[in-house]
């Protein structure tokens, strides 16, 4: 592993990550953990929406933290929760979840290990 320091403000923002409706900006980490983690900034999508889709992903840690505006996700057996500035969530590997909405200046930080995982589309 590497030792990284870097300034968010120079990476740029890219549309071209896991959801459609979000643009990503990679903190690095994935590339100073030799891929076992990736954390990045991830703000709404200008013009889009959630689409509501239930999904799941094969991780070993999620994290979650709301950065600015609100998102309203739903958790199998947790119902659904607005998350707001400061809202902090840790979603447990493989728990069956959607977002179904957030406001257009959404920004959060997610913490995933390990850096490259999959995502399970579900019905």
Known sequence: MA????????QPFVHNGLRPYFDYR?????TSTNGMAVMHVIRAHEGTHATGQW?????QLQ???VLKGWAIFEY???GEHKLVAGS????????RHREIAH???L?????????EFETVVLD
């Not at 990679?26 to 994935?30: A, H, S, W």
């Not at 999904?55 to 991780?59: A, I, L, R």
């Not at 902090?88 to 728990?95: F, K, M, N, R, T």
């Open 3 to 10: 030792f990284i320091v870097q300034h968010a403000r120079d």
């Open 26 to 30: 990679d903190l690095g980490i994935k």
């Open 55 to 59: 999904h799941c992903h094969n991780v």
């Open 63 to 65: 994290i979650v933290y």
């Open 76 to 78: 199998e057996g947790h």
């Open 88 to 95: 902090c969530v840790h979603q447990p590997p493989g728990i």
């Open 103 to 105: 406001s257009d200046d």
């Open 107 to 115: 920004e959060l930080i997610e913490i995933v290990l390990p850096g």
